[in-house]
């Protein structure tokens, strides 16, 4: 009894600080505490007890209790337990005392919590705009309950560009992206550069962000969500969509079916197998070996295929709803894939054995980038990241999900912490995968793919998930709410976390490096900024000037508020 | 004496119109390989062709800083190459040799860099000023090879003049040719460099700093650019041939000249294989790659003087 051991703990150390807590089953804790006491607390637990920062969320929740609410979700690996540290907030002027300075990790979602729910972080260090274009009118916080979801301001200025620190003397300034070869989203690091040295740098991303968490809390159904919740990726999106699902029937007290969760893994291995081999193939072509670039697409394709034949899509299946799946594997394709998973393993033997002897990639990515044991504790840095950095965790097996507790595999660590040992981690997974799909095609069980769900779900109940997504941990928030939907669903994708330790691993190293560095992360920039670009069909020859440009894009319809 | 003129004169031209003829074949062909070791079917071999054509037939946008040294650099890019192209000899004859000696020729060369550092920083962009600066450090750090190769056969003829040089002079020693060998390797360890073939396509490095001195260059111009980097190949290969294995290249008409160009063709392959197996290096570990051929380069040259 883990979860009952640990908050004994917290009884024994902060007594009446501690409003209630729930204990809905051994791998889950929800604590309410009072707010004075969330420094306190979340110190206690991110530095004594040594938990991993997940990440932290703030809800709207005066339709219901009157109060906002603030949830710092932390992660003990080694107990198989997440816990949830809960502030109740008055609603006249929400403040909470920031955790960032302790728990640096936290700096982001704080932002983010001020920018979307209002919630002030008092003592953060850095409060700059994070998720708001920077002409968003202040006090107009787009996650609260009573601003509709195609709500533009009063006094929107959508022409007020961002305001850039100033980068430190002697340096000089080189913009990447938002738009750069190497990234295939927008997202802008601004460099500070001395020479061909990196010295520092600013982030600016969330420029599309497409505000998903609030359309599926005010028009969209439960089992809506997953179909919306997939599209939050194009690489990963299948996690995100059994990711939230799973957060759902974690709340509602749901057990999907056996098959179905087989079904879920054996897609969710698929998907991280062409991930990473998609991966291997950017990282060599970043580095500038194409030849390896194309020969892993080429092993890549075949799982894609596959994807195709069990779904449909060659991404984005639509496998999940509320209780399980809407794919069956048949015995036609199970034997498919099978044949598919043994070429690919002999190809890629191939391919790991040429890379691993490759003294030319090893120059270019050993030393490259290094975020070690105490930055991915501070930064809460996971996935193939944290494991390149021997901080062995993975949530397939620290939080068991789907049929993960029914297959063995091995989490594949690496000491060194550089772009290389990522490669390393990133090569042998693939391995791992094919044994799992393999395993769970042996010990699938016969049985319906869904849940037969007659009742509602009961409203106001909280759900955690934790998915590794190829890229790392991918967790979703959930509290049940009424008319069929989630009154907040929050998602933490992988990549933003890992992307706020990209500034310390590019410091200080060369521009070179720059691009390797940012992609070992395999940042996934949509997942972070939840966004996505629209092309504009463009009609007649003309030469647009930067400011032509910037006006059109300026002035193109928006939905009346 | 005039007939002797015009002769050299119409060799020299023609060599630059084999150069532009055969210049796109031998990316073609770089393009076609470099697609089958990748699994790939690969362009068309003539697509370089017409990938000219279709950017000389494009509007010319005139989007960096200094629009006049950017056009300037273009023209003086192909220029360069070609200039050189008259003075080497290619198969049949030696043209233009009297036009010219060894030191000319390194100047030459030399010059077609200097026409990407005026193309980059016309630019303006922060991409192609990093470019350039990387452009620099390797030139600085190359051109001496190239030069130590030319002046090792100088040394052993005791003549500057091109048709003697340039003729395997680097193996012309009085004992067995250490210094000829030794630069043989040197040039072979860095031409991937002299034809900004990957691993050091350093400068241009398209997922680091998107073509870095090309970064403002479009239509015709960044035709006359291409145009400028797939003679290069041609012509840098054309010279190594000569240097370094001049033989055969003395046989009757067409043989001869066959077997030139199939020498060259053959390095182009080489070239291929080696850019399509590396990652690109780093500039700090390019620099360091040459400077080690570099002092290799002056142990030949102390050798060559001491006549071995």
């Keep these: 009894m883990i979860a009952r051991e640990r908050f004994e703990q917290f009884k024994q150390k902060f007594g009446p600080l501690i409003e209630r807590a729930d204990l809905p089953s051994d791998r889950r804790l929800f604590v309410f505490i009072a707010p004075s006491s969330v420094k306190s607390v979340c110190e206690y637990i991110f530095r004594q007890l040594d938990a991993r920062y997940v990440v932290s969320i703030g809800a709207d929740d005066r339709p219901y209790s009157g109060k906002f609410l603030v949830a710092h979700n932390f992660a003990f690996d080694k107990d198989h337990l997440l816990c949830s540290v809960l502030c109740q907030l008055p609603p006249d002027n929400p403040k909470i005392d920031s955790i960032s300075e302790l728990v640096p990790a936290a700096s982001w979602a704080e932002r983010e919590m001020r920018d979307l729910i209002g919630i002030e972080p008092v003592g953060h260090r850095y409060l700059k705009r994070l998720v708001l274009p920077d002409g968003w009118p202040e006090g107009s916080h787009p996650l609260r309950k009573d601003v509709p979801w195609n709500q533009v301001p009063e006094g929107f200025d959508d022409t007020r560009e961002f305001k850039f620190d100033e980068p430190p003397e002697g340096c000089m300034v080189v913009p990447f992206g938002p738009f750069h070869p190497t990234l295939d989203e927008p997202a802008h690091f601004r460099l500070y550069v001395e020479g061909e040295m990196v010295r520092g740098c600013e982030y600016r991303g969330f420029m599309v962000h497409r505000g998903i968490e609030k359309l599926a809390e005010s028009v969209m159904s439960y089992n809506d969500i997953p179909m919306l919740a997939e599209r939050i990726c194009g690489i990963c999106g299948c996690v995100h969509n059994v990711a939230y699902v799973q957060a759902v029937e974690e709340a509602a007290a749901l057990k999907p079916t056996p098959r179905a969760e087989y079904i879920r893994t054996i897609m969710l291995e698929l998907e991280r197998l062409h991930s990473h081999l998609l991966w291997v193939g950017l990282a060599c072509h970043i580095v500038g070996f194409d030849t390896l670039f194309m020969q892993s697409f080429r092993i890549r394709e075949p799982i894609m295929w596959m994807a195709e034949k069990i779904s449909g899509n060659r991404k984005t299946y639509a496998l999940c709803v509320i209780g399980g799946v809407r794919w069956n594997i048949t015995p036609e394709i199970k034997a498919e894939l099978r044949q598919v998973l043994d070429k690919l393993e002999s190809e890629w033997h191939a391919v790991v054995k040429a890379v691993s002897q490759d003294k030319n990639i090893q120059k270019r990515t050993r030393g490259v980038g290094v975020a070690g044991a105490a930055q991915v504790k501070n930064s809460g840095l996971i996935g193939p990241v944290a494991r390149a950095a021997g901080v062995d965790i993975d949530c397939r097996r620290d939080h068991p999900y789907a049929a993960y507790d029914r297959v063995e595999f091995d989490v594949i660590t690496a000491p060194d912490g550089d772009v290389w040992s990522r490669v390393v981690v990133r090569m042998k997974e693939v391995f791992e995968s094919i044994r799992i799909i393999r395993q769970c095609l042996d010990k699938m069980e016969e049985g319906p793919l869904q849940l037969e769900i007659k009742d509602e779900l009961p409203p106001g109940r909280m759900g955690l998930s934790s998915v590794e997504a190829p890229r790392g941990e991918s967790h979703h928030f959930v509290i049940t709410g009424e008319n069929n939907r989630p009154r907040r669903w929050r998602v933490r994708a992988p990549t933003y976390q890992n992307l706020q330790g990209v500034p310390a691993m590019i410091k200080d190293q060369q521009i070179a490096d720059m691009t390797i560095s940012l992609g070992s992360i395999d940042p996934c920039f949509s997942c972070t900024d939840r966004l996505e670009t629209i092309d504009l069909r463009s009609g007649a020859v003309k030469v647009w000037s930067q400011d032509e440009l910037l006006k059109l894009t300026r002035t193109k319809e928006r939905p009346k508020p | ?308």
Aim: net charge neutral.
């Design chain 2, 1 to 308: 004496m005039n007939r002797s003129l015009i002769a050299a004169i119409a060799g020299g031209l023609l060599n630059v119109a084999l150069v532009l003829l055969l210049a796109p074949l031998a990316q073609g062909l770089l393009r076609k390989i470099t697609a089958r070791i990748q699994s790939r079917q690969g362009p068309p071999l003539l697509q370089p062709y017409f990938d000219l054509l279709k950017l000389l037939g494009k509007e010319d946008i005139e989007a960096g800083e200094v629009p006049g040294m950017q056009r300037f650099a273009a023209y003086l890019s192909l220029a360069a190459i070609l200039t050189v192209a008259c003075l080497v000899p290619m198969g049949f004859t030696d043209p233009m040799n009297a036009a010219g000696d060894v030191i000319l020729l390194i100047y030459l060369l030399t010059l077609c860099g200097i026409c990407t550092l005026l193309a980059g920083l016309a630019s303006g962009s922060t991409y192609s000023l990093l470019g350039i600066s990387r452009e620099m450090m390797s030139m600085i750090a190359l051109e001496p090879l190239l030069a130590v190769a030319l002046v090792v056969g100088a040394v052993h003829l005791g003549s500057l003049r091109l048709a003697a040089v340039l003729n395997g002079s680097v193996y012309a020693a009085d004992s067995f040719p250490w210094s000829g060998l030794i630069m043989l390797a040197v040039m072979l360890g860095s031409f991937q460099a002299f034809v900004q073939c990957s691993p050091f396509d350093i400068a241009e490095a398209e997922t680091e700093l998107m073509e870095g001195p090309l970064v403002e260059y479009s239509g015709p111009k960044l035709a006359l650019f291409k145009y400028a980097q797939m003679a290069r190949l041609v012509v840098y290969g054309a010279l190594f041939v000569t240097l370094f294995v001049p033989w055969g290249s003395r046989l009757l008409f067409p043989f001869g000249w066959l077997l030139f160009w199939a020498k060259v063709f053959v390095l182009v392959l080489l070239v291929t294989v080696v850019a399509a197996t590396h990652a690109r290096y780093r500039i700090d570990q390019a620099i360091r790659f040459f400077a080690g051929l570099l002092s290799v380069s002056f142990v030949a040259l102390i050798l060559a003087s001491y006549g071995h």
